[in-house]
């Protein structure tokens, strides 16, 4: 069974800072891994997704990295703005999500 | 294009009440997902269809919850009876194949049961 853990389960930093969110699963058996925006009251955004054959994948200020092997994965957010307040969650397919990290960032 | 839709939006009921979900995924996506989202906790995976079939319903409780994905298109969701443990929101997502694809989540439905 998989288990996602993703660390810090919170986060407030100021504006214009870099900032790393961690996730680590128990199987790594994956097809893929995604990194998911949840804003509140609202639903889910698909933010990257990583197939088990790559390392990163990168969008705008924001790049994720897989290493299967260790059952890790990164989210790297670039320059942070208010704008990037949400809860961000990881996804080691299939569909196996984490608790997620809430992000508040300060202006 | 069109989004995933769902309906109803919110709903409130009384415990031992029945209550269904529907949700009509993107145009042309083959696999639907049902998960449930306990506040605070990230969604749970309750059921996965491919096409008319289901892939996985390991987490799915089935003396209460029941799904059907008629001709491979729009899903519904069942609970009967509800219990109090059951109020969360309910996320439909679809992909155009499962695995290698991003999915793609509806607004969701809100259940409270009282």
């Known amino acids: 069974k998989q288990e996602v853990t993703q660390i810090p389960a919170a986060l407030s930093v100021p504006e214009g800072e870099n900032l790393v969110l961690n996730c680590s699963f128990t199987d790594s058996a994956i097809y893929n891994l995604q990194w998911f925006r949840q804003d509140p009251g609202k639903g889910l955004t698909s933010l990257l997704l990583?197939?088990?054959?790559?390392r990163e994948q990168t969008s705008g200020r924001l790049n994720a990295s897989l290493d299967k092997s260790s059952g890790r994965s990164t989210l790297y957010i670039a320059a942070s703005q208010p704008g990037d307040s949400a809860t961000y969650l990881c996804?080691?397919?299939?569909?196996?999500f984490g608790a997620g990290t809430r992000l508040t960032v300060k202006p | 294009e069109a989004g995933v839709a769902q309906s109803p939006r919110y709903k409130i009921i009384e415990k031992r009440q029945s209550v269904a979900f529907w949700c009509n995924p993107i145009s042309g996506h083959a696999t639907l997902y049902w998960y449930q989202q306990i506040l605070g906790q990230g969604p749970k995976l309750l059921i996965q269809?491919?096409?008319?079939?289901?892939?996985?319903d390991s987490q799915l409780p089935k003396d209460r919850f029941s799904a059907e994905r008629l001709k491979g298109v729009d899903s519904t969701l069942k609970i009967q009876p509800a219990k109090l443990e059951d109020s969360a929101v309910y996320l439909c997502?679809?992909?155009?194949?499962?695995?290698?694809?991003?999915?793609?989540f509806g607004p969701g439905t809100r259940l409270t049961v009282l």
């Open positions: 996804v080691p397919g299939p569909s196996r």
């Open positions: 990583i197939q088990s054959s790559q």
């Open positions: 269809f491919q096409n008319n079939g289901v892939v996985d």
């Open positions: 997502a679809s992909s155009p194949r499962p695995g290698t694809d991003t999915q793609y």
